[in-house]
């Protein structure tokens, strides 16, 4: 593969999701969750090019979740996780992410080291959400995960997307949301504010969505967000939906689904409103 090709995050995840697809039938072998340490390994062999990943371990990386280094002669690489992430899907996107960084941005840079924020930065326009949106399609395929979806969502079935593909349950979350027909709205928190959120395409095109990089947003009262006695409810919740969105209808309602991470100190909320739910204020002009 001649190494000057421009790979986008698309493009790459695309072809080893083909390689995949094909070792997979072949062998016989089960396809998901992806074996992301095999394929950072082979992955100069896949693409013709001469400066491999070699090494692959956990170490003590304080304050980042992974890490991509080149040796001085930036001819071997190694990817590093942080041995203090215990969960296996954090770990597998992690890697997935390094790899990302080694495919397309590696000419340009000799190190990379990322924080769990830059796990999570999917909308913004840099090399960690280049690296996150390859990350999302190596381990998701578009393909697969639709063939999954269901019509009926809640934090049950967002787990068992998360099982099959060997990620966190935000990461499926996320993924969801690209898929999804839904008004859907994903948001972790803490301490009462919203720390970022994330919208269906539905949902934007409705005005359901929040500012949370241009501004600070809390979480408002009388949601279950807000209620410290409720530490989860998988199933939702109909409550006003008026409480998120003070423009929507009076009469009109969300499900408000809600997971309070105790190890993480945050909490997960999914809202879901009817498809022909609109919030947008009154007299609205050109800012969406």
């Not at 941005?105 to 080291?113: A, P, V």
Request: glycine share 4%; charged share 25%.
């Amino acid at each position: 593969m001649p190494e000057k090709e421009i790979w986008t995050p698309q493009k790459a995840a695309i072809r080893l999701t083909k390689i995949c697809d094909t070792f997979s039938e072949i062998h016989g072998t089960e396809r998901f969750p992806v074996n992301v340490g095999e394929l950072s390994l082979g992955a100069a062999e896949l693409f013709q090019w001469a400066d491999p990943i070699v090494k692959i371990e956990p170490v003590d990386i304080k304050g980042f979740d992974g890490a991509l280094i080149a040796n001085e002669a930036r001819s071997r690489w190694m990817l590093l996780y942080n041995n203090d992430l215990t969960s296996p899907g954090r770990i597998r996107f992690t890697q997935a992410h390094e790899l990302g960084h080694y495919i397309l941005h590696r000419l340009n840079r000799d190190e990379f080291r990322c924080s769990s924020d830059d796990m999570l930065s999917w909308e913004d326009k840099n090399i960690e959400s280049e690296a996150d949106l390859f990350a999302s399609y190596l381990l998701m395929p578009f393909n697969d995960f639709r063939k999954q979806l269901t019509p009926d969502i809640d934090i049950e079935v967002l787990r068992q997307y998360a099982i099959r593909y060997g990620v966190s349950l935000t990461a499926a979350t996320l993924k969801w949301l690209e898929c999804t027909e839904e008004n859907a709205v994903f948001i972790l928190s803490r301490d009462g504010y919203m720390k970022w959120a994330f919208s269906s395409t539905a949902a934007r095109r409705n005005g359901a969505f929040f500012r949370t990089q241009r501004n600070v947003v809390c979480i408002p009262e009388g949601s279950l967000a807000a209620n410290q006695s409720i530490s989860m409810e998988r199933a939702g919740m109909k409550i006003p939906a008026s409480i998120w969105f003070p423009h929507a209808d009076k009469d009109a309602s969300v499900r408000e689904m809600k997971i309070q991470s105790e190890q993480y100190e945050y909490v997960i909320t999914l809202l879901i409103l009817s498809r022909k739910t609109t919030v947008w204020p009154p007299f609205h002009g050109e800012d969406e």
